[in-house]
């Protein structure tokens, strides 16, 4: 369907109550307003009128507003952020700041820096496409360069995610939840999440779970995708949180997410080092598991004014597998290439 987008959004709240944050910083004094809190750009609590950088923040409200399901979407509003894009095959790379993208952007999921993308050409390409949106309770991206305390992979700057606790989704009678379901026209996808809390708002746990199918993109050139994609992702979210007698806060999670992409190429085939090339295939599989455990430390009159100590560990893992068949060549023969790129972090 050319230069025709149709989104349907259904949601269904389990519970009222969620948590509210407020979407623009405070620029006076005096006026009952709330400063709008962010952590990306000094690792510790700053108000947003206290830091010399320019940060951008999306909370939950906003990005269900938009009816956003991925990371890429939930930006495609905001001014200098852009979704990095590989093509029918490989699909969504990762995020741009200000035409910096790669590796040269951190990409941070509650305090946890996710691995690198690996890009060896046609035939192999370790995306970054690591987050559900329905997941995310507050993104905060930092324009610019922050290697002093992100390292040398953040030139470009920094996309820190954090992930819901309970008390975005309990209620008035404790125990909440959300359900909703999208429908996007361009790739014929369908994408669910459901989301439940058990607890209060000081000690609970955070069960979620999402699933996305769909298809090539629309092309904006021609009535059908020259190329055939059929893509799926399950993704999976735990999340606990407890506040004890001194205030201090214990949290503990796990994100993973699995993904397949089916693919089968005709735009490539008849040209360049494709010319002798009658069918191109492509198999692809990424596995995403990040665990965390974190103790919130410190306080008015404490040894530790503010700190947080923060045991984690994450894999990534994709195979691709690619199948090039040359029979119009002189010699006709089939390649079949495999790729496998695993990284650990912690």
Same mark, same amino acid.
């Given at each position: ?27 006076? %004094? ?31 409200? =906003? ?6 399901? /991925? ?6 509003? =905001? ?12 699909? /969504? ?23 690198? @993308? ?14 559900? %949106? ?13 290697? %002093? ?101 214990? /949290? ?6 699995? /993904? ?16 002798? =090339? ?41 195979? @691709?597998? =690619? ?19 695993? @990284?650990?972090?912690?």
């Amino acid at each position: 369907m050319t230069n025709l987008r149709a989104i349907f959004g259904i949601a269904a709240a389990a519970a009222a109550g969620l948590a509210h944050s407020a979407d623009t910083a405070s620029h006076g %004094a005096g006026d009952g307003s709330l400063d709008e809190i962010v952590v990306v750009a000094n690792k510790a609590e700053r108000s947003l009128r206290e830091v010399a950088a320019n940060v951008t923040v999306l909370t939950r409200e =906003t990005l269900a507003d938009e009816l956003s399901t /991925s990371l890429g979407e939930s930006f495609r509003y =905001t001014p200098g952020i852009d979704e990095e894009w590989a093509g029918g095959r490989f699909g /969504s790379e990762g995020i741009s700041i200000r035409g910096i993208g790669g590796n040269r952007v951190a990409l941070v999921v509650d305090g946890v820096k996710l691995g690198d @993308q690996y890009d060896i050409g046609s035939f192999a390409n370790a995306t970054r496409d690591f987050i559900d %949106a329905g997941f995310i309770r507050r993104a905060e991206v930092l324009h610019g360069p922050a290697s %002093a305390l992100y390292g040398s992979d953040a030139i470009g700057g920094v996309v820190s995610v954090r992930t819901l606790l309970p008390a975005d989704l309990v209620g008035p009678d404790d125990d909440g939840g959300t359900v909703s379901a999208l429908w996007h026209g361009a790739d014929d996808s369908l994408h669910g999440t459901a989301l439940a809390a058990f607890g209060t708002a000081v000690r609970g746990i955070v069960l979620g779970g999402s699933r996305r199918e769909g298809g090539a993109r629309d092309s904006a050139a021609l009535s059908e995708p020259v190329d055939e994609r059929e893509f799926r992702r399950t993704s999976a979210l735990v999340n606990v949180a407890s506040d004890d007698v001194f205030g201090h806060r214990a /949290s503990a999670g796990l994100l993973y997410q699995d /993904s397949a992409v089916d693919t089968d190429l005709h735009s490539m085939l008849g040209s360049g080092r494709f010319a002798a =090339t009658t069918a191109l295939k492509g198999f692809d599989e990424s596995r995403l598991a990040v665990a965390h455990a974190d103790l919130a430390i410190g306080g008015a009159g404490a040894l530790v004014h503010d700190g947080v100590l923060r045991l984690y560990a994450g894999q990534s893992d994709i195979d @691709q597998d =690619t199948r090039d068949v040359r029979a119009n060549a002189a010699r006709p023969v089939i390649i079949d290439r495999e790729f496998e790129y695993d @990284q650990a972090f912690h």
